[in-house]
């Protein structure tokens, strides 16, 4: 009974935000406002479809910073959102400091951009994996309402579902962007006749040690502004 109180509750707050907006990307960021809004403690939130280590994208982002430290998980493949997919369950670091001895390329860049704390749910249907919502703070401290997160994910999840099906794409799994990196790692797999994967490390390789985006690398290799040798060892 309390369980479906605290989840009316948590949709009559998301409604506030989401009545009004329109397209995924315009709903993905609303929701992730209203989570930033509910949760006390939250600073910055971000939606992130995900299906594989190349295949995903971050639909929405309550600001810049969060939207930055999603890239940073994308183009390092580690951190509590890659995880919490993988394992079908959330991770909560409450200091990235101590607690981040996992991932110790996020953490360092995640720190550097001033994440002191991260806390990461699956959207999830059933058993079928869809992405994540992850929850920043720019201080050290456990989240109190770890239920509440867990609702606010089960009613993102839906919502994005919802606005998929009013698209008319009738798959469940939402098509996954992140083009530009898809066509960058096929180009320099058929270029240097490695496999998809090793390519895609080679792209994520290049990313760090220049200290840029994966999908910024991608789009200079696409035009050609990065010669395909640099990629080669």
């Known amino acids: 009974m309390l369980d479906g109180q605290r989840r009316d ?3 009559r707050a998301v409604e506030e935000f989401t009545s009004a907006v329109f397209g995924r990307a315009g709903l ?3 929701l992730c406002t209203a989570c930033v809004h509910v949760l006390s403690g939250v600073d910055a939130a971000a939606l992130t479809l995900r299906a594989s280590a190349r295949a995903e994208e971050m639909v929405g982002a309550s600001d810049e910073w969060a939207a930055r430290l999603e890239e940073i998980q994308y183009t390092l493949g580690e951190g509590p959102g890659v995880l919490a997919f993988r394992e079908a369950a959330p991770v909560l670091v409450a200091d990235l400091g101590e ?3 996992r991932w110790p390329a996020f953490s360092a860049a995640a720190s550097a951009e001033g994440l002191a704390a991260m806390f ?3 959207l999830r249907v059933g058993g079928i994996r869809l992405g ?3 929850l920043y703070r720019r201080r050290a401290g456990g989240l109190t309402a770890v ?4 609702l606010l994910a089960d009613l993102a999840t839906h919502a994005l579902l919802e606005q998929n099906e009013q698209a008319a794409d009738d798959q469940l799994r939402m098509t996954l962007s992140y ?3 898809n066509m960058a790692t096929g180009m320099l797999a058929a270029q240097l006749r490695i496999s998809l994967e090793d390519a895609f490390a080679r792209l994520r390789a290049h990313a760090f040690s220049s200290g840029r985006s994966v999908l ?3 789009r200079d290799l696409l035009e050609r502004r990065i010669p395909l040798d640099r990629l080669a060892d």
């Not at 239920?147 to 867990?150: E, K, N």
């Open 99 to 101: 607690d981040g001895v």
């Open 120 to 122: 990461a749910f699956p």
């Open 216 to 218: 910024d690398v991608a």
């Open 179 to 181: 083009q530009d990196v």
């Open 9 to 11: 509750r948590l949709a």
């Open 28 to 30: 993905a960021r609303a």
């Open 147 to 150: 239920a509440d997160a867990v």
């Open 132 to 134: 994540t919502l992850d």
